[in-house]
Every structure is written in structure tokens, then in C-alpha cells.
T-cell receptor
């Protein structure tokens, strides 16, 4: 266990559904991240929150909407997704902001869009 | 943006042998990190090496960094079947505002 939990672990949704992914870290970290991992592609950074403020948005489609209500919780709201959005979605946290600290990853949510 | 690229993409060895994976990057870095991922799971941090360091050890892991060649290597000694996983390098640029992961090396250790 890395101290980062994600729910659900698996999710199947239709293209018209709305769902949310949840991430919680128990490490007292200041920064949290959402990544997308598709088959045969490098890990893609989606969003970064530092001290609950979004600091990075790598041109992610608006059908993905993050929310960080406090430093321990991170959500990814999903709506009208496409089949190509099927992937493993990973949440991570780190002690400090930006990239000079190691990141702790959750187990991921395997998302399938039908 | 810079990117860590691992080599080889896949590696198969016998238990007890050493495994070496390489990572190349394109621009100056602040640090380089290695992660392991078991199939379909989250990544686990292994080692972080800073740009002013040349070598770090952690148990059976040894990481080297050659900033002149813009490359790093991860050596796993006396491999075990449990080391079977994908290994990723991630490079942080000098501004410290980007960590870019490579595509990974899939390591299989046969018992």
C-alpha cells in the first residue's frame, strides 16, 4: 500500500453517462495528480493540483473535469466520454509541489467506455 | 517537451541474472526517477537521482546517471521472478515544472 487509494477500481460506462473517480491520499502531501495510461503509450499527465489549486492542465478535453476540495481528496468527473478514453487512470501525490519529489501512485481505475 | 525513452522495450531473463535498462532524455534535467509497475497497477517509486549525482543504490537496484550523454541506467542484480514488471524512467526538467515518463521497459524474469 502506497497511502493513495482510488475508487472504483473498475468502471464501465456508456458514452452518455456521468461518473466520477475518487482519489484519497493519507500521506499529508501537498500535490496531487491525475494521469492517463493507455495501452502502448507513455503515461500522460492530465491535471496537477498544488495546495488545492490547479497548476497544470495539459490540454485535456473538457469532458474530463477535476475537482480538489482539499489537499487529501481529488476527483475526476467524467461525462460524454468516447471509447478512446478507455484507459487506466492513475492518481498520485507528492510531498512538495512540482517535480522534485517522488510521486506515490494509487492502484488506478480501469475505465472502459462502451 | 522532453521525454524519457527506455531501452529495451522488452527484456526477458532467467532468475538470478542481472537486468539492465537504459533511459535517454533530451534536455537538461533537475532529477530523474525510476518507477516500477506491476501489470494493471499503480507505479511504485524506486529511486530518484539528482543531476549532480552519478550513482545511487537501493538494495539490489543501482541507478547511474550520465548527464553528458543524457542517459541513465537501472541495474537489477540477482533478479527474482517477483521483479517481473514494467519499469519507467521519468525526467524532471531544470525548471522543475515537468515530469515526463517514458514508454517503459517490460521485464520478465523466468523462474
Amino acid at each position: 500500500e502506497t497511502g493513495v487509494t482510488q475508487t472504483p477500481r473498475h468502471l464501465v460506462m456508456g458514452m452518455t453517462n456521468k461518473k466520477s473517480l475518487k482519489c484519497e491520499q493519507h500521506l499529508g502531501h501537498n500535490a496531487m495528480y491525475w494521469y492517463k495510461q493507455s495501452a502502448k503509450k507513455p503515461l500522460e499527465l492530465m491535471f496537477v493540483y498544488s495546495l488545492e489549486e490547479r497548476v497544470e492542465n495539459n490540454s485535456v478535453p473538457s469532458r474530463f473535469s477535476p475537482e480538489c476540495p482539499n489537499s487529501s481528496h481529488l476527483f475526476l468527473h467524467l461525462h460524454t466520454l468516447q471509447p478512446e478514453d478507455s484507459a487506466l487512470y492513475l492518481c498520485a501525490s507528492s510531498q512538495g509541489t512540482f517535480w522534485t519529489y517522488e510521486q506515490y501512485f494509487g492502484p488506478g481505475t480501469r475505465l472502459t467506455v462502451t | 517537451s522532453q521525454q524519457g525513452e527506455e531501452d529495451p522495450q522488452a527484456l526477458s531473463i532467467q532468475e538470478g541474472e542481472n537486468a539492465t535498462m537504459n533511459c535517454s532524455y533530451k534536455t537538461s534535467i533537475n532529477n530523474l526517477q525510476w518507477y516500477r509497475q506491476n501489470s494493471g497497477r499503480g507505479l511504485v517509486h524506486l529511486i530518484l537521482i539528482r543531476s549532480n549525482e552519478r550513482e545511487k543504490h537501493s538494495g539490489r537496484l543501482r541507478v547511474t546517471l550520465d548527464t553528458s550523454k543524457k542517459s541513465s541506467s537501472l541495474l537489477i542484480t540477482a533478479s527474482r521472478a517477483a521483479d517481473t514488471a514494467s519499469y519507467f524512467c521519468a525526467a524532471s526538467n531544470n525548471a522543475g515544472n515537468m515530469l515526463t515518463f517514458g514508454g517503459g521497459t517490460r521485464l520478465m524474469v523466468k523462474p
